[in-house]
Structure formats: structure tokens, C-alpha cells
């Protein structure tokens, strides 16, 4: 069985960053796409970023454009979420998930992981 679990989180002051990582161990999908979500208090579940696992080839929302920056480790089984010059509204806790391919839905969720900016 897939398990996805993240780490990296905790508090930064506004301007800072943090590396934020998703180790997947067991069975995988043969070329899966993986991706970052995030939840604020009160508010709906939101897409971030992801990575095609094959080819690479990565996409974001556009609130985190050019400041949130997705990449995996293909020997370690690890995405990455690089995330510079956060603000107040990047707290939220942060989930990797994983699905098999882009037709499908994410299936696969990782624990999730606490982000808190501070002002």
C-alpha cells in the first residue's frame, strides 16, 4: 500500500522560505503525476502545484507562481515544494497526494503538513 508522508513544515516570518518534503514508499503507480494542496482554516482545499513523475513537466496555481517552485527525486521517491517569499495567506496546512496519470483523480493522500506565516 502507498503511503505519502510529508515534512518540512512550521512557522516563518513573511519574506522567508520553506522546503517542504513528500517521501512515497510501497507501491506506486508506474508513472504517476504528484501534487501539493493546501488547506486554510475555513476555507476549501485548494491545488498548488504538481509534477509529472515521468517527463517532469510541472504546473501551479497561479497564486504561487513564481514564488513556489515543484521538483522530485526520482532515487529517493521524494517531491519537493520549494516555497519563497510566503505571505499570510500561504498558512495552511500542506498535503502531497499522488494519482496515476493526469485523467485520473488524486487517490492518494499524505498526512499533511503545518504552514504558518507569520506578519
Known amino acids: 500500500q502507498v503511503q505519502l508522508v510529508e515534512s518540512g513544515g512550521g512557522l516563518v516570518q513573511a519574506g522567508g522560505s520553506l522546503r517542504l518534503s513528500c517521501v512515497a514508499s510501497?507501491?506506486?503507480?508506474?508513472?504517476?503525476?504528484m501534487g501539493w494542496f493546501r488547506q486554510a482554516p475555513g476555507k476549501e482545499r485548494e491545488f498548488v502545484a504538481a509534477?509529472?513523475?515521468?517527463?517532469?513537466?510541472?504546473s501551479y496555481a497561479d497564486s504561487v507562481k513564481g514564488r513556489f517552485t515543484i521538483s522530485r527525486d526520482n532515487a529517493k521517491n521524494t517531491v519537493y515544494l520549494q516555497m519563497n517569499s510566503l505571505n499570510f495567506e500561504d498558512t495552511a496546512v500542506y498535503y502531497c497526494?499522488?494519482?496515476?496519470?493526469?485523467?485520473?483523480?488524486?487517490?492518494?493522500w499524505g498526512q499533511g503538513a503545518q504552514v504558518t506565516v507569520s506578519s
Open positions: 497526494a499522488e494519482r496515476a496519470d493526469a485523467r485520473a483523480v488524486y487517490g492518494i
Open positions: 510501497g507501491r506506486t503507480f508506474n508513472m504517476p503525476v
Open positions: 509534477i509529472n513523475w515521468s517527463s517532469g513537466r510541472t
